[in-house]
C-alpha cells in the first residue's frame, strides 16, 4: 500500500517526519512548514548563482526530518534563512519594480498602436474583401494589452515577498522579462494584415463600386485608401462608415447575382426556374458570408440588431 502511495520513498519519508515534528512541535513545525513554502516560491534564476546556491543549501538544512532529529540544527539555518531573505527581497523589489517599468512602456506603446488593431478589426467585417487578415495577431495584441496592464502591488512588494516569496498579485518569477520583442512582432504583423486589407481595397473592382456612392465620407476614405494613408484612414474608419460600406459591397454583389434574371423580367421574358434558383443561392451565400464575417471579427454587442442600425444609434 504504502509502495503504491509513495513511488518515491523520500516523500514517504517526509510525511512520516512532518507527522513526527507536528506531534512533538506543533508551534515550531508550522513556522517551519512557512519557511518552506517562503523556499519553495521564492525561485532564484541560474544566473544569480550565489543566491541560489544559497536557498538549495536551506531547502535541503531546514527538512521536517532535521527538526525531528536534530532540532539544534534549527538555530543556525534560521540565521542563514534570515540573510537569504534579506538579499532575496532586495533583488526581488528591484527586479518587480523594472520589470513594470518597462511592461508600462509597452502599454503605452501598444495604447498608440491600438487605432491601427482597431481599424483592421473593422475592415474585417467586410467580407466581400476576401478573409479576414490578422486575425491572431488581433487576438495577441488584446492579449498583450491586458498583460502590460500594470501590477496593483508597486508599493509594499517587498514586505509580501519577504513573507510570500512572490507578489500576490502578478506571481513575477525573477528570470521573467517583458515581452518586448513579442510586443514589436505583433505591431508588425498588424501593419502587414493591415497593408494587406488596403491593398485588397485599392483594387479597381473594389473601388468601381464603391465610387457609385453618393456619401462624401466614402469619397473621402477612397482617398486616404489610394494614398495608404492609414493614419488619417483610422479617423473615418468608424463603426457607422464600415457598416454602410458593408451594405454597399454587399449589395453589389447582390445586383451582380439577380441582374441577368431581372434583365429577363424586364425584357417580359420568363426566368428559367434552375437560374432563377441558382441566383437566390448566390445571394443566400452573400448575406450569410457578410453576416458571419461582421459577427466574427466585431466584439458582442457590436453587431447590428435586427430591426437595423437606427435602432443601434438611438441605444447610443
Known amino acids: 500500500c504504502a509502495e503504491r502511495l509513495y513511488p518515491a520513498r523520500q516523500a514517504l519519508t517526509e510525511d512520516i517526519y512532518i507527522l513526527r515534528a507536528f506531534d512533538r512541535s506543533p508551534e515550531r513545525a508550522g513556522e517551519l512548514l512557512a519557511i518552506r513554502r517562503f523556499l519553495a516560491r521564492a525561485a532564484v534564476p541560474p544566473e544569480d548563482a550565489d543566491l541560489a546556491l544559497d536557498r538549495s543549501l536551506l531547502l535541503e538544512q531546514l527538512t521536517f526530518a532535521a527538526l525531528a532529529t536534530e532540532p539544534n540544527r534549527l538555530a543556525p539555518a534560521t540565521a542563514a534563512l534570515a540573510r537569504f531573505r534579506q538579499r532575496?527581497?532586495?533583488?526581488?523589489?528591484?527586479?518587480?519594480?523594472?520589470?513594470?517599468?518597462?511592461?508600462?512602456?509597452?502599454?503605452?506603446?501598444?495604447?498608440?498602436?491600438?487605432?491601427?488593431?482597431?481599424?483592421?478589426?473593422?475592415?474585417?467585417?467586410?467580407?466581400?474583401?476576401?478573409?479576414?487578415?490578422?486575425?491572431?495577431?488581433?487576438?495577441?495584441?488584446?492579449?498583450?494589452?491586458?498583460?502590460?496592464?500594470?501590477?496593483?502591488?508597486?508599493?509594499?512588494?517587498?514586505?509580501?515577498?519577504?513573507?510570500?516569496?512572490?507578489?500576490?498579485?502578478?506571481?513575477?518569477?525573477?528570470?521573467?522579462?517583458?515581452?518586448?520583442?513579442?510586443?514589436?512582432?505583433?505591431?508588425?504583423?498588424?501593419?502587414?494584415?493591415?497593408?494587406?486589407q488596403m491593398a485588397r481595397l485599392s483594387s479597381s473592382a473594389i473601388q468601381h463600386v464603391l465610387r457609385h456612392s453618393s456619401d462624401p465620407r466614402v469619397d473621402q476614405f477612397l482617398k486616404m485608401v489610394q494614398a495608404s494613408q492609414l493614419s488619417s484612414l483610422r479617423a473615418v474608419l468608424d463603426d457607422d462608415l464600415v457598416g454602410y460600406l458593408r451594405r454597399f459591397l454587399v449589395e453589389s454583389r447582390i445586383h451582380d447575382a439577380l441582374e441577368p434574371i431581372l434583365s429577363r423580367v424586364q425584357d417580359g421574358v420568363p426566368p428559367n426556374v434552375d437560374e432563377a434558383q441558382s441566383a437566390m443561392r448566390d445571394v443566400t451565400r452573400v448575406l450569410q458570408r457578410a453576416f458571419q464575417s461582421a459577427q466574427r471579427a466585431l466584439p458582442p454587442g457590436e453587431t447590428e440588431p435586427k430591426d437595423g442600425p437606427s435602432r443601434r444609434r438611438r441605444k447610443r
Open 88 to 196: 532575496y527581497v532586495s533583488l526581488y523589489r528591484e527586479r518587480h519594480t523594472s520589470y513594470w517599468a518597462e511592461m508600462a512602456r509597452l502599454h503605452t506603446r501598444l495604447v498608440v498602436e491600438q487605432p491601427h488593431a482597431e481599424a483592421l478589426r473593422r475592415i474585417n467585417t467586410l467580407a466581400e474583401l476576401g478573409p479576414p487578415a490578422g486575425v491572431g495577431a488581433l487576438a495577441a495584441f488584446a492579449a498583450l494589452l491586458e498583460e502590460t496592464s500594470g501590477c496593483p502591488l508597486i508599493a509594499g512588494v517587498e514586505e509580501v515577498a519577504a513573507a510570500e516569496g512572490a507578489c500576490p498579485e502578478c506571481s513575477l518569477p525573477l528570470d521573467q522579462s517583458p515581452p518586448a520583442r513579442r510586443v514589436d512582432e505583433i505591431v508588425d504583423r498588424i501593419e502587414r494584415a493591415c497593408d494587406r
